[in-house]
């Protein structure tokens, strides 16, 4: 398991991380999201041991992970931009980690290399972009770490490869102890893959929940209700993230079982009451705007 607590980061005037703590669970997907500059670059790079906190602390399975090459020996990190050395292509990349990573499973790395058509003796430079970051991802998986830590995993890849990588990080922890932690702004992917989303804004965690609890503890409620005062009613008896109006139609984004939600929009005898789940993408945005950062800010 990996534990933050009350980690924090700073750099000259920029608070990259402000005093976060979190539990990401062994054998758990576990997707970070938030807003450009939120800090989930940096606080990945302080959970491999990159980067080291200026106060609190970061553990992996209960021990410090800086400058612990035991602990650090199960962690492998995937930066945005994969690097590669001058003229190195894949078989020199796959030496390289078998010599860093005990635990590289060579015969599955030249497996998946041929299946994704990935040219063992081509530079690597010539690669495209998405062809890079299925190397790096074949390279991070077959390393036989514990914890795969991805920064915009999927960014570059088209359709059929991001279901495939899908598909192999499953078969990874059907088979092995392997707990992925992917940073992604494609909220779509994640809502396929992630047990479990954490939330950052501005450096701090505003939320880390099982992605089912999330979903279960926030809801849509849309309604029709003709008497004012019965609408301003509702809106008192529940907890409001967010208010729309479209004519006569009210949708309200509230904190909540989804039941006792509709149960206390029928007691206002409604014309038209439904409850609908909300996207991660609707989470994330509720969550953020709630935190201060409205895209309608940036209107004019």
């Known amino acids: 398991m990996i534990e933050l607590k009350n980690a924090d980061k700073t ?6 991380v402000d005093h976060v703590t979190a539990q990401i669970r062994d054998g758990m997907v576990f997707g970070l999201i938030g807003s450009n500059g939120a800090g989930k670059s940096t ?3 302080m959970i491999c041991g ?3 906190p200026d106060s609190g602390e970061v553990l992996a399975d209960g021990r410090p992970v800086f400058e612990n090459p035991e602990v650090k020996a ?7 931009s994969p690097y590669y050395f001058s003229n190195a292509d ?7 980690y078998c010599m860093i990573y005990p635990s590289f499973n060579r015969k599955l790395f030249d497996s998946l290399t041929e299946k994704f058509r990935l040219e063992s003796s081509r530079k690597l430079a010539s690669f495209s972009k998405g062809m890079k970051k299925q190397a790096s991802i074949l390279l991070g998986l077959c390393s036989g770490t514990k914890y795969l830590l991805c920064d915009e995993t999927f960014d570059g890849l088209d359709p059929l490869m991001r279901q495939a990588v899908k598909s192999l990080f499953a078969s990874e922890m059907l088979n092995r102890d392997f707990t992925p932690v992917i940073s992604s702004h494609n909220l779509r992917e994640l809502e396929d893959i992630c047990d479990g989303i ?3 804004h501005q450096g701090k965690l505003l939320l880390t929940e099982d992605l089912d609890q999330i979903r279960c503890s926030i809801c849509k409620l849309q309604c029709v209700i003709p008497d004012a005062r019965r609408e301003e009613a509702l809106i008192r008896s529940l907890r409001v993230v967010k208010i729309e109006r479209s004519g006569s139609l009210l949708t309200l984004t509230v904190r909540g079982d989804r039941s006792d939600v509709l149960d206390l929009a029928r007691a206002q005898e409604p014309l038209f009451a439904e409850v609908l789940p909300l996207t991660l993408e609707e989470i994330f945005i509720s969550e953020t705007e709630v935190a201060g950062y409205d895209i309608k800010d940036f209107l004019y």
């Open 198 to 200: 954490g939330l950052l």
């Open 74 to 80: 199960q962690i492998c990190f995937l930066s945005d």
């Open 11 to 16: 750099f000259r005037n920029v608070h990259a």
């Open 43 to 45: 606080l990945l790079r």
């Open 50 to 52: 990159i980067i080291r």
């Open 90 to 96: 894949i078989r020199q990349m796959r030496d390289y």
